[in-house]
């Protein structure tokens, strides 16, 4: 009778043990921190990861922001392009609104997840290389997504390390910091990016030293700009007297300078240049460019950052082949053409004959080019043997960017045509409708049936209503898949001209650095395109150069927004078409006429000023200051 | 079967109204009202409706409270019928005078408030007149301001609400210096030109209206009276 108790005893004298760390056991669904960074691997993953929400403004960012390419991702393919001078939808007339555009709450998570990682850095086990280039990595992530933070609501909570909750939601509550604070964190991010990373050949998917200052000469041209030129626009209330948005013209030139250097760091290296740097003729120069964009990973020593959409498929491939085809090789997609490049970018190309100048398209005798009021059977319209030869001696760009009427795609002529002129000089514009002279038929549009043409004939809300279909981005080697996230052209993020064009416009805004070399590099972009004749450097051949150059690289929102000329740019303003008319008074000869008009059916836009900035979402509940006017 | 199936929805829709209460706040009944004046003329300061000077109000008693805006009519009067009554922080802002200070009013019934200001602009002596296919606007300006007049404009639509933001032609001079008052400055409409014939249309009743521009922070335009003209 007494071993029982013993028994027991001992039993529970080795339970009151056994049961030690109950309460510590590590889920086995779960991975852990340090299994995760201690891996290389795990880290490879985790960095993917952070790459693929870097805000990276491609052929998946669209209005309601980034990676607009999972399941249906149906936004009638109304791209960023539209709310610029760039193009115009083939239906939509829709302009900046105050919900465009926001990566706010994903700004936050990315920057969190990056914190994680760098935080853990010194704790990893491996080589010290290693190490470097990882902090270098988590710094460029850092400094682009705050890039993004700060061009869209100005100055932003800085989170610099991981936050810890420690039951405190107050204690995470971290007040805005000034416009100029946060613009001067990413020029410290990037430089701590450039200290870590090596140059790299500029091949790899991975950041090197070389994306590091890519990103910084674009971050500081931004940032210079709105110091710069900020009293174009100037607002008030609490987020202007604190400054948390808005910088004044005495910072621009510490930012400049550093646009100057960052540039000068990739220039000077020698890793880069132009691809097809110096073409034989114009139209090999358009091919080239054409190129470039169609398959980067060609495009030679020119990209510094790829982004690749690697499969077609869900969050893998994007939609640009099928909404901007046009219609005669859309295979079946029901909604094609629907990027339509306007004439006021069309016109700004230059011509060969005249270097220096816009070369807006003359259509009439008498010059007018003003005159949009539409087909004036008094005027003499300018007749041309095809519906692209009023187009003929303007820049090469222009050729691989749009494509223009009667130019082939795809092994076929690309029909675009808006209407006739009878012989009896009445015009039939933009309107379903055919006619027989002398046993031969006419169609107003070009052709007979729908799959026969590409302009005007707005069934469907498709077709080019400016008299542009689009070209640069698409895949001209292989047919459209007629469904979603299929095409897999890969993007260029950083580009060496884009670096070019920043350098020259921060010398010639700061009155700073070297103007020869400047000057060099804004012509040697346009010896790429064919020219042959220098120009100067000024501040106006620079922003041409920036818009036909870099033209749906959806860099042209952000100029206006930077350089704040949105407001003025954008006030009561039309956009404008080209009607290619055929002119049956010419019969027996085939004859062309073109009519500058308004784009049919389209309103007047105005930007408000307070979309300079975007709102900060939530503000009852972060506490945060909104800007001006919302 | 039919039976029990009415029965149950009935059953259904029954507890189903009885799961939620009815809103119990009151609706806003509050309202406020009145005109902006210019305090040298005495007379109601013109606006714009789209993009023109508005009236922020601040409800007390909130946190970081969302301000609200109210609009002007072109006139220069204003209303809103729908608001809580409670107290407020009031002041016309981002308009075409010269900034003034906020004031607290407590919003009770209909309250009035009426603002008097200092125009940027005053547009003196201001005529539109149309001969044959000429529209022609002449003034003089006088500024209340030192700083630059940006620009000076003849604004056209067929809106009686005509302005700077609503257009559908204008006539529009770039001055960008500071004017002077004994100036009388001319802007014409020509109604045969290629970009207005087809805009402004013979037949119908069109709205014309002088506006200028003030360089000043968030400034808007100041405006003389609409005139119409049947084409």
């Known amino acids: 009778m007494q071993t029982f108790p013993k028994i027991l005893t001992c039993l529970l004298a080795v339970m009151l043990f056994s049961c030690k760390s109950v309460l510590d056991l590590k889920p086995t669904d779960k991975i852990l921190a340090e299994d995760l960074f201690g891996d290389p691997e795990g880290v490879k993953l985790y960095m993917a990861n952070l790459y693929y929400q870097l805000p990276m403004e491609d052929f998946a960012y669209f209005r309601a922001g980034f990676n607009q390419n999972g399941g249906d991702p149906n936004n009638g393919g109304f791209a960023p392009a539209m709310v610029t001078d760039e193009a115009v939808h083939s239906e939509f007339g829709d302009f900046v609104g105050d919900g465009d555009f926001h990566w706010w709450d994903q700004g936050y998570k990315l920057i969190r997840d990056v914190n994680l990682l760098a935080d853990a850095i010194p704790t990893l086990q491996i080589i010290e290389a290693d190490k470097k280039k990882l902090t270098g990595e988590s710094a460029f992530i850092k400094a682009f997504a705050y890039f993004a933070l700060a ?35 990413v020029m410290e991010l990037c430089d ?54 808005g910088m004044t013209a005495g910072d621009a030139a510490a930012y400049y300078t550093a646009c100057i250097q960052a540039s000068e760091l990739i220039i000077n290296s020698g890793a880069f240049a132009l691809y097809g740097a110096n073409p034989a003729s114009p139209e090999e120069a358009a091919e ?74 003359v259509t009439t005798t008498e010059g007018d080019i003003n005159d949009y009021g539409g087909f004036n059977a008094g005027l003499h319209y300018i007749q041309y043997d095809s519906p692209n030869d009023i187009f003929k001696g303007k820049d090469a760009r222009l050729w691989g960017t749009a494509i223009l009427p009667g130019t082939p795609w795809k092994g076929t002529p690309i029909i675009i045509q808006a209407g006739y002129v009878l012989p009896n000089g009445q015009a039939v514009v933009r309107t379903k409708a055919e006619t027989t002279i002398n046993g031969t038929t006419y169609y107003t549009y070009g052709a007979a049936n729908t799959s026969q043409y590409s302009g005007f004939d707005s069934y469907g809300g498709n077709n080019t209503r400016t008299g542009f279909s689009f070209k640069k981005f698409m895949n001209h080697a292989a047919p459209v898949m007629a469904g979603w996230n299929q095409s897999t052209t890969d993007y260029i993020e950083f580009r060496y001209a884009e670096v070019l064009l920043n350098y020259a416009e921060a010398v010639v805004e700061s009155g700073t650095g070297n103007a020869a070399e400047a000057a060099k590099a804004l012509n040697d972009i346009r010896r790429r395109a064919g020219h042959t004749t220098a120009i100067p450097l000024t501040v106006a051949n620079v ?88 | 079967m039919k039976r029990t199936a009415f029965i149950v929805g009935l059953g259904l829709l029954l507890t189903g109204m009885a799961a939620c209460e009815k809103d119990n706040y009151d609706a806003p009944d509050a309202a406020l009202y009145g005109n902006i004046y210019d305090a040298g003329t005495k007379t109601l300061l013109e606006q714009d409706v789209i993009r023109g000077s508005v009236v922020e109000l601040k409800e007390h008693g909130w946190d970081n409270v969302q301000p609200q805006w109210l609009i ?15 107290n407020y922080t009031v002041a016309p802002v981002r308009g075409n005078f010269i900034p003034v200070e906020p004031q607290d009013v407590r919003i009770a019934g209909r309250t009035q408030l009426d603002f008097n200001v200092t125009p940027y602009i005053r547009i003196v002596s201001p005529t539109i007149t149309r001969t044959g296919n000429l529209v022609t606007a002449t003034f003089q300006l006088q500024q209340q301001v030192t700083n630059n007049v940006r620009k000076i404009g003849l604004y056209a639509h067929s809106d009686f609400r005509v302005g700077e933001t609503l257009r559908l032609t204008a006539a529009e001079q770039d001055i960008n210096a500071v004017t002077d ?39 808007k335009p100041n405006y003389a009276k609409a005139v119409s003209f049947d084409l």
């Open chain 1, 151 to 185: 061009k869209r609501y100005g100055g932003v909570p800085l989170i610099k390390q991981t936050q810890q909750y420690t039951g405190d939601v107050e204690s995470l509550k971290v007040p805005r910091s000034t416009e100029k604070a946060t613009w001067d964190y």
């Open chain 1, 288 to 361: 080239n460019y054409r190129m470039l964009f169609a398959n980067p990973n060609g495009g030679d020593k020119e990209t510094i950052l790829i982004k690749g959409f690697t499969l077609p498929g869900n969050l893998t491939g994007h939609n640009y082949d099928i909404w901007y085809q046009p219609a005669q090789s859309a295979n079946g997609w029901p909604h094609p053409g629907r990027m339509n490049p306007t004439l006021d970018l069309v016109d700004l190309y230059e011509r060969y004959d005249n270097p220096g100048q816009s070369a807006p398209v």
């Open chain 1, 543 to 630: 922003q041409r150069e920036r818009r036909v150059e870099l033209a749906f690289e959806n860099k042209r929102f952000w100029d206006l927004i930077r350089r704040r000329e949105f407001h003025t740019e954008f006030n009561n303003r039309l956009l404008h078409s080209i009607l290619p008319l055929q002119d049956l008074r010419a019969l027996p000869a085939t004859k062309y006429i073109f009519v500058r008009v308004v784009v049919p059916n389209s309103n007047p836009k105005t930007f408000p000023e307070r979309s300079y900035y975007r709102y900060i979402p939530g503000i009852a509940g972060n506490g945060l200051v909104n800007n001006p006017q919302y």
């Open chain 2, 181 to 219: 008052p004994a100036t009388t400055y001319t802007l014409t409409i020509d109604l045969n030109a290629p970009n207005v014939r087809d805009i402004l249309k013979p037949g119908r009743t069109y709205y014309f209206r002088i506006g200028a521009l003030i360089d000043a922070v968030e400034s």
């Open chain 1, 192 to 245: 701590q990016a450039i200290d870590n990373l090596e140059p790299g050949d500029g091949k790899s998917r991975r950041v090197t030293k070389y994306t590091a200052a890519a990103l910084k000469s674009r971050a500081a041209l931004h940032a210079a700009s709105v110091a710069k030129f900020w009293s174009r626009a100037p607002m008030s209330g609490p987020a202007v007297t604190d400054k948390l948005v």
């Open chain 2, 72 to 86: 002007f009519k072109t006139d220069g009067s204003y209303e809103n019928s729908l608001l809580f009554e409670a």
